[in-house]
Protein backbone atom coordinates (compact mmCIF):
# COMPACT_ATOMS: atom_id res chain seq x y z
CA UNK A 1 0.00 0.00 0.00
CA UNK A 2 1.45 3.59 -0.52
CA UNK A 3 2.38 5.94 1.78
CA UNK A 4 -0.73 8.74 2.15
CA UNK A 5 1.22 11.93 0.97
CA UNK A 6 -0.31 14.92 3.32
CA UNK A 7 -2.40 17.70 1.07
CA UNK A 8 -0.32 20.39 1.34
CA UNK A 9 2.56 18.34 0.11
CA UNK A 10 0.77 17.11 -2.70
CA UNK A 11 -0.52 20.10 -3.81
CA UNK A 12 3.17 21.25 -3.76
CA UNK A 13 4.61 18.33 -5.33
CA UNK A 14 1.49 19.08 -8.22
CA UNK A 15 2.63 22.72 -8.31
CA UNK A 16 6.04 21.84 -9.06
CA UNK A 17 5.45 19.54 -11.78
CA UNK A 18 2.98 22.33 -13.45
CA UNK A 19 6.30 24.51 -13.10
CA UNK A 20 8.75 22.63 -15.09
CA UNK A 21 6.94 20.49 -16.87
CA UNK A 22 8.27 17.57 -14.67
CA UNK A 23 6.48 13.64 -16.02
CA UNK A 24 5.43 10.87 -13.78
CA UNK A 25 8.90 8.41 -15.60
CA UNK A 26 7.43 5.44 -12.84
CA UNK A 27 3.94 6.12 -14.68
CA UNK A 28 4.75 6.65 -18.16
CA UNK A 29 8.04 4.61 -18.97
CA UNK A 30 7.43 2.10 -16.32
CA UNK A 31 9.64 -0.05 -18.94
CA UNK A 32 12.01 2.93 -18.77
CA UNK A 33 15.97 1.54 -16.93
CA UNK A 34 15.77 2.26 -12.88
CA UNK A 35 17.63 5.80 -12.34
CA UNK A 36 21.10 6.01 -10.41
CA UNK A 37 19.51 6.96 -6.42
CA UNK A 38 21.72 9.84 -5.01
CA UNK A 39 21.63 9.52 -1.16
CA UNK A 40 20.85 13.09 0.70
CA UNK A 41 21.35 13.71 3.99
CA UNK A 42 19.85 17.33 4.56
CA UNK A 43 21.27 18.58 8.29
CA UNK A 44 19.70 21.31 10.01
CA UNK A 45 20.74 23.28 13.01
CA UNK A 46 19.00 26.17 15.41
CA UNK A 47 15.31 27.64 13.58
CA UNK A 48 15.60 25.82 10.40
CA UNK A 49 13.13 23.64 9.98
CA UNK A 50 12.29 21.22 7.05
CA UNK A 51 8.92 21.88 6.77
CA UNK A 52 7.47 25.16 8.48
CA UNK A 53 9.87 27.73 10.35
CA UNK A 54 12.11 30.59 9.25
CA UNK A 55 11.31 30.94 5.02
CA UNK A 56 8.49 28.18 5.25
CA UNK A 57 11.08 25.87 5.99
CA UNK A 58 13.12 23.47 3.39
CA UNK A 59 10.26 21.50 2.29
CA UNK A 60 9.76 23.00 -1.25
CA UNK A 61 13.61 22.54 -1.73
CA UNK A 62 13.08 18.51 -0.81
CA UNK A 63 10.19 18.39 -2.34
CA UNK A 64 11.57 19.55 -5.79
CA UNK A 65 14.89 16.78 -5.24
CA UNK A 66 12.23 14.48 -4.69
CA UNK A 67 10.03 15.32 -7.61
CA UNK A 68 12.34 13.25 -10.30
CA UNK A 69 12.89 16.15 -13.10
CA UNK A 70 15.06 13.81 -15.01
CA UNK A 71 14.69 9.96 -15.71
CA UNK A 72 18.35 9.52 -14.92
CA UNK A 73 18.47 10.34 -11.02
CA UNK A 74 16.34 9.66 -8.15
CA UNK A 75 16.78 11.36 -5.32
CA UNK A 76 16.64 9.74 -1.53
CA UNK A 77 16.05 12.14 1.10
CA UNK A 78 17.04 12.04 4.47
CA UNK A 79 16.72 14.60 7.26
CA UNK A 80 18.10 15.17 10.45
CA UNK A 81 18.21 17.98 13.19
CA UNK A 82 21.11 18.73 15.05
CA UNK A 83 19.16 20.28 17.94
CA UNK A 84 16.54 18.02 18.10
CA UNK A 85 13.93 20.85 17.77
CA UNK A 86 12.23 19.75 14.83
CA UNK A 87 9.20 16.84 14.83
CA UNK A 88 9.50 16.82 10.81
CA UNK A 89 13.23 15.30 10.25
CA UNK A 90 12.85 11.55 9.13
CA UNK A 91 15.52 10.82 11.57
CA UNK A 92 14.28 12.01 15.06
CA UNK A 93 16.15 13.00 17.82
CA UNK A 94 19.22 15.54 18.47
CA UNK A 95 21.69 13.82 16.34
CA UNK A 96 25.42 14.88 15.56
CA UNK A 97 27.32 13.98 12.35
CA UNK A 98 29.01 11.00 14.40
CA UNK A 99 25.56 9.08 15.90
CA UNK A 100 24.86 8.98 11.87
CA UNK A 101 26.34 6.18 9.92
CA UNK A 102 27.42 9.12 7.29
CA UNK A 103 30.33 7.23 5.43
CA UNK A 104 27.79 4.43 4.40
CA UNK A 105 24.47 5.63 4.24
CA UNK A 106 24.98 8.63 2.41
CA UNK A 107 26.15 9.80 -0.64
CA UNK A 108 26.16 13.52 -0.34
CA UNK A 109 25.40 15.98 3.34
CA UNK A 110 23.75 19.12 2.53
CA UNK A 111 24.13 21.78 5.53
CA UNK A 112 21.77 24.40 6.57
CA UNK A 113 22.48 26.28 9.58
CA UNK A 114 21.82 29.41 11.75
CA UNK A 115 24.03 28.94 14.40
CA UNK A 116 27.18 31.31 14.07
CA UNK A 117 29.58 29.97 16.88
CA UNK A 118 31.40 26.82 15.36
CA UNK A 119 30.16 23.84 17.42
CA UNK A 120 31.20 20.73 15.53
CA UNK A 121 33.15 18.42 17.49
CA UNK A 122 36.85 17.25 16.55
CA UNK A 123 35.37 13.55 15.65
CA UNK A 124 32.77 15.42 13.47
CA UNK A 125 35.28 17.54 11.43
CA UNK A 126 37.58 13.76 10.94
CA UNK A 127 34.53 11.98 10.22
CA UNK A 128 33.37 14.35 7.52
CA UNK A 129 37.55 14.36 6.24
CA UNK A 130 36.96 10.59 5.73
CA UNK A 131 33.30 11.19 4.18
CA UNK A 132 34.97 13.27 1.65
CA UNK A 133 38.40 11.80 0.48
CA UNK A 134 39.01 8.67 -1.25
CA UNK A 135 37.92 5.86 -1.71
CA UNK A 136 33.70 7.36 -0.57
CA UNK A 137 34.41 11.02 -2.13
CA UNK A 138 30.84 11.81 -0.33
CA UNK A 139 29.60 15.57 -1.85
CA UNK A 140 29.05 17.98 0.98
CA UNK A 141 26.74 21.17 0.42
CA UNK A 142 27.53 24.31 2.81
CA UNK A 143 25.00 27.32 2.78
CA UNK A 144 24.62 30.18 5.25
CA UNK A 145 22.95 33.67 5.16
CA UNK A 146 23.91 37.07 6.27
CA UNK A 147 27.28 37.48 8.76
CA UNK A 148 28.07 34.35 10.33
CA UNK A 149 24.45 32.61 10.04
CA UNK A 150 25.38 29.10 9.27
CA UNK A 151 29.31 28.70 10.31
CA UNK A 152 27.95 26.49 13.83
CA UNK A 153 27.76 23.39 11.81
CA UNK A 154 29.96 24.39 8.00
CA UNK A 155 32.66 26.35 8.98
CA UNK A 156 34.76 23.90 10.36
CA UNK A 157 34.13 22.12 7.09
CA UNK A 158 37.57 21.10 5.37
CA UNK A 159 37.79 23.04 2.28
CA UNK A 160 34.37 23.43 1.63
CA UNK A 161 33.86 25.39 5.01
CA UNK A 162 36.45 28.02 3.41
CA UNK A 163 34.34 28.76 0.52
CA UNK A 164 32.48 31.64 2.24
CA UNK A 165 34.12 34.39 3.84
CA UNK A 166 34.10 33.99 7.97
CA UNK A 167 33.88 36.54 9.80
CA UNK A 168 31.60 37.69 7.28
CA UNK A 169 30.65 41.31 6.70
CA UNK A 170 26.99 42.55 8.08
CA UNK A 171 24.16 42.48 6.72
CA UNK A 172 23.70 46.56 6.22
CA UNK A 173 25.47 48.76 4.60
CA UNK A 174 27.56 50.52 4.27
CA UNK A 175 30.06 47.48 4.56
CA UNK A 176 28.18 44.62 3.55
CA UNK A 177 29.14 42.14 1.03
CA UNK A 178 25.96 41.84 -1.09
CA UNK A 179 25.21 41.49 -4.85
CA UNK A 180 21.68 42.27 -4.77
CA UNK A 181 20.30 44.25 -8.12
CA UNK A 182 17.06 46.19 -8.05
CA UNK A 183 14.39 43.81 -9.48
CA UNK A 184 11.97 44.78 -12.77
CA UNK A 185 8.93 45.33 -10.16
CA UNK A 186 7.67 49.39 -11.67
CA UNK A 187 7.88 52.46 -9.00
CA UNK A 188 10.44 50.61 -6.40
CA UNK A 189 14.01 51.02 -5.66
CA UNK A 190 15.82 47.77 -4.02
CA UNK A 191 13.30 45.96 -1.59
CA UNK A 192 13.55 43.07 -0.02
CA UNK A 193 11.07 41.39 -2.96
CA UNK A 194 14.61 41.67 -4.86
CA UNK A 195 15.67 38.66 -3.16
CA UNK A 196 13.47 36.70 -4.73
CA UNK A 197 12.27 37.87 -8.04
CA UNK A 198 13.72 36.78 -11.27
CA UNK A 199 16.77 38.70 -12.25
CA UNK A 200 20.39 36.73 -11.71
CA UNK A 201 22.45 38.77 -8.79
CA UNK A 202 26.04 38.72 -10.41
CA UNK A 203 28.44 37.16 -7.94
CA UNK A 204 32.16 38.54 -7.39
CA UNK A 205 34.42 35.65 -7.24
CA UNK A 206 37.85 35.41 -6.51
CA UNK A 207 40.63 34.90 -8.80
CA UNK A 208 43.22 32.01 -8.32
CA UNK A 209 46.82 32.35 -10.86
CA UNK A 210 47.42 29.71 -13.36
CA UNK A 211 50.22 29.03 -15.62
CA UNK A 212 50.60 31.43 -18.36
CA UNK A 213 52.61 30.93 -21.34
CA UNK A 214 53.42 34.48 -21.59
CA UNK A 215 56.00 35.52 -18.27
CA UNK A 216 54.19 39.51 -18.63
CA UNK A 217 50.76 38.27 -18.49
CA UNK A 218 48.61 36.51 -15.98
CA UNK A 219 46.12 34.19 -15.83
CA UNK A 220 43.47 33.53 -13.48
CA UNK A 221 41.00 31.43 -12.91
CA UNK A 222 37.91 31.00 -10.69
CA UNK A 223 37.19 28.31 -8.21
CA UNK A 224 36.41 24.97 -10.13
CA UNK A 225 32.79 25.04 -8.42
CA UNK A 226 31.99 28.00 -10.96
CA UNK A 227 33.55 26.40 -13.97
CA UNK A 228 30.93 25.05 -16.07
CA UNK A 229 31.30 23.45 -19.38
CA UNK A 230 31.16 25.99 -21.95
CA UNK A 231 31.28 29.19 -19.74
CA UNK A 232 32.10 30.66 -16.35
CA UNK A 233 29.15 30.82 -14.03
CA UNK A 234 28.60 34.74 -12.56
CA UNK A 235 24.95 34.53 -11.49
CA UNK A 236 22.47 32.96 -9.23
CA UNK A 237 18.87 33.09 -10.47
CA UNK A 238 15.99 32.89 -8.22
CA UNK A 239 13.52 30.37 -8.97
CA UNK A 240 10.72 32.39 -7.92
CA UNK A 241 8.98 33.50 -4.43
CA UNK A 242 8.26 30.29 -3.19
CA UNK A 243 12.24 29.29 -2.83
CA UNK A 244 13.84 32.28 -1.38
CA UNK A 245 16.10 30.06 0.23
CA UNK A 246 17.63 29.30 -3.13
CA UNK A 247 18.89 32.26 -2.57
CA UNK A 248 19.30 33.12 1.11
CA UNK A 249 21.59 30.20 1.15
CA UNK A 250 23.24 31.31 -1.78
CA UNK A 251 26.08 28.24 -2.59
CA UNK A 252 22.91 26.35 -3.15
CA UNK A 253 21.55 27.80 -6.90
CA UNK A 254 24.87 27.92 -8.62
CA UNK A 255 23.31 27.10 -12.08
CA UNK A 256 25.41 25.50 -15.43
CA UNK A 257 24.27 28.02 -18.37
CA UNK A 258 24.07 28.78 -21.91
CA UNK A 259 27.29 29.51 -23.83
CA UNK A 260 25.89 33.20 -24.47
CA UNK A 261 24.54 33.45 -20.89
CA UNK A 262 25.95 31.39 -18.45
CA UNK A 263 22.33 31.22 -16.85
CA UNK A 264 19.61 28.55 -17.72
CA UNK A 265 15.81 28.14 -16.70
CA UNK A 266 15.00 24.62 -14.87
CA UNK A 267 15.34 23.32 -11.36
CA UNK A 268 18.88 23.09 -10.89
Given at each position: ?10 NLQLAIRDRWGIFDWQQLYP ?124 GQITRAGQMRQYPAPPASPP ?94
Open positions: MRKKIPFQIEWWRLPTKVRILMYADSSVRFSGGPFLGLQYVKTLLESRAYAYVDFDISTAHRDGIDSNASISGAKKLTDLDVVNKYDQIWFFGLNSNPNLSPAEVTLLDQFMAAPKFGGVLVTGDHADLGKGIAVWNTTLEDGPDPGSDYNFDDQSDDRPQTIRYQRFPIWSAVSFKRRYRPHPVLCGPDVLLTCFLIINTKVKLWLRYRQLVTLSGRPKTGIRKGPM
